[in-house]
């Protein structure tokens, strides 16, 4: 079935819906471990303050694998298949998170168990840095031209979806259980069924066909024979576009979106449990925004609504941060949803409009070294950044702040860029 199309070259809706909605996998595992950052700080580093930072330490590190498993991963996939590339990678995450959950506490090896699981953080983030950027290329080469930006946006709405499973997994068995149960073993079960949806996912993925656009290369001997170095020579100017539009992207979503409830609970504008809940509404509002930004981005085109977006993440987000921090919870919940939403479009129309930044030759790779790149710069660190700046200068409309100075950046490249939607393939 993996070399098998539609009679139009395409994949089956099938075969796409699988690698949309796959990517549930890797934010169920994301949201999971920051939101038991505090359990496994006991288990595995035996408790206190030094044992949480170690263990957020560990999604720092791990989120800095990404880059390095998307160029890994990035050359497998252009140089033996997207489809391949896919499960490799799933399997690695189905064994991580696995090996995760029966791992032995600080209380049974000591040490080496906080070790072991910073090893596996690190595996696991190495792995998801070819999942997100192998499933849009897969889902653009397969989807039909007039439909691309739509089902690429599956992508982003699936992830949220993975959030708020994560959440609701966590959230049950945080109520069948006590406190202790849960340090001694019921922390288990939500990566256990993190591990079981991963094997599923596989499942589902090996009766997935071959893209299209990699059979056409394979055919006619095109693929490159160092996709990394194909991209560097030919397509350099791809790889900064693709830079600034996840460069976008990232830092509406990570301060935008994952750092509010943290910003909500420092300027005591909302309590811990109240921010939680904002967050759930905030992923609601990005599953709604995404599909309806890619529709849109298949009518107008891309360059239009990543304008549009770029001028609205530097107008706004400076006064929306001052809304979150001096309003009612009515106006915090207005704000932190136009952020959401925001976010919700960057990330919808950025997942097609990157992989277009690149013919079929070298894609993969082409966007591990601009988007997944900016990713990790843009991603991962700035909510560090933006509370830092709010704790040194007392000025809360900071992380707005730094939202809007990367979108200022970005509009110039976004104003030069030509129309992707009409030349890729």
Same mark, same amino acid.
Request: proline share 4%; aromatic share 10%.
């Given at each position: ?10 994949? %089956? =809706?099938?075969? +796409?819906?699988? /690698? @949309? ?41 791990? #989120?800095?694998? *990404? ?49 072991? !699981?910073?090893? +596996? ?16 290329? #897969? ?6 031209? /007039? *439909? *691309? $930006?739509?089902?690429?946006? !599956?992508?982003? /709405?699936?992830?949220?979806? $993975?959030?708020?499973? @994560?959440?609701?997994? &966590? ?20 990566? !256990? ?11 589902? =993925? ?14 006619? $001997? ?27 992207? %990232?830092?509406?979503? #990570?301060?935008?979106?994952? #750092? ?7 300027? *005591? ?12 509404? @905030? ?27 770029? &001028? ?24 932190? !949803? ?8 960057? %990330? ?20 591990a070294l601009g988007a997944t790149a900016a990713t990790a710069i843009f991603g991962g660190l700035t909510p560090y950044v933006a509370q830092l700046l709010i704790d040194r200068t007392g000025w809360t409309m900071a992380p707005g702040a730094m939202i809007a100075c990367v979108a200022v950046l970005v509009l110039p490249v976004f104003f030069l860029a030509p129309e992707s939607a009409a030349k890729s393939r």
């Amino acid at each position: 079935m993996a070399s098998e199309h539609l009679p139009d070259g395409r994949v %089956s =809706r099938a075969s +796409l819906i699988i /690698a @949309a909605f796959s990517t549930i996998v890797e934010w169920y595992d994301f949201t999971l471990y920051l939101y038991f950052a505090t359990t496994l700080s006991k288990v595995f580093f035996g408790g206190g303050e030094a044992s949480l930072l170690a263990t957020l330490a560990g999604f720092a590190i791990a #989120y800095l694998m *990404r880059p390095l498993g998307a160029l890994v991963f990035g050359h497998l996939g252009d140089r033996m298949g997207r489809r391949f590339t896919l499960l490799v990678s799933m399997v690695v995450m189905t064994i991580a998170m696995l090996f995760l959950a029966l791992l032995p506490t600080y209380a049974q090896i000591g040490a080496g168990a906080g070790w072991l !699981l910073l090893l +596996l953080r690190c595996i696991m983030g190495f792995a998801v840095g070819g999942e997100y950027t192998g499933v849009v290329a #897969y889902l653009l080469e397969g989807a039909p031209p /007039a *439909r *691309r $930006g739509f089902i690429a946006s !599956l992508a982003a /709405a699936a992830s949220e979806i $993975g959030a708020l499973l @994560a959440v609701g997994v &966590a959230a049950v068995t945080v109520h069948l259980t006590s406190s202790v149960q849960l340090s001694h073993w019921a922390w288990r079960i939500p990566f !256990l069924v993190g591990a079981g949806l991963a094997l599923i996912v596989w499942i589902a =993925r090996a009766s997935m066909h071959e893209s299209p656009e990699f059979e056409r290369q394979r055919q006619a $001997g095109t693929r490159p024979e160092s996709p990394i170095w194909h991209v560097l020579k030919h397509h350099r100017i791809g790889i900064y576009r693709s830079f600034a539009i996840s460069a976008l992207g %990232s830092i509406t979503y #990570y301060v935008g979106i994952t #750092y509010v409830p943290a910003f909500l609970s420092s300027a *005591r504008a909302m309590s811990e449990r109240d921010a939680l809940w904002l967050s759930t509404l @905030a992923a609601a509002m990005v599953i709604a925004v995404t599909p309806v930004t890619g529709l849109i981005a298949d009518k107008i085109g891309r360059k239009p609504v990543l304008m549009g977006l770029a &001028a609205s993440s530097a107008i706004l987000p400076v006064t929306l941060f001052w809304m979150m921090a001096n309003g009612s919870k009515s106006i915090v919940l207005v704000g932190a !949803l136009i952020l959401a939403a925001l976010a919700g479009g960057v %990330s919808a129309v950025g997942a097609v409009a990157t992989a277009e930044q690149f013919p079929g030759e070298g894609r993969l790779s082409g966007l591990a070294l601009g988007a997944t790149a900016a990713t990790a710069i843009f991603g991962g660190l700035t909510p560090y950044v933006a509370q830092l700046l709010i704790d040194r200068t007392g000025w809360t409309m900071a992380p707005g702040a730094m939202i809007a100075c990367v979108a200022v950046l970005v509009l110039p490249v976004f104003f030069l860029a030509p129309e992707s939607a009409a030349k890729s393939r």
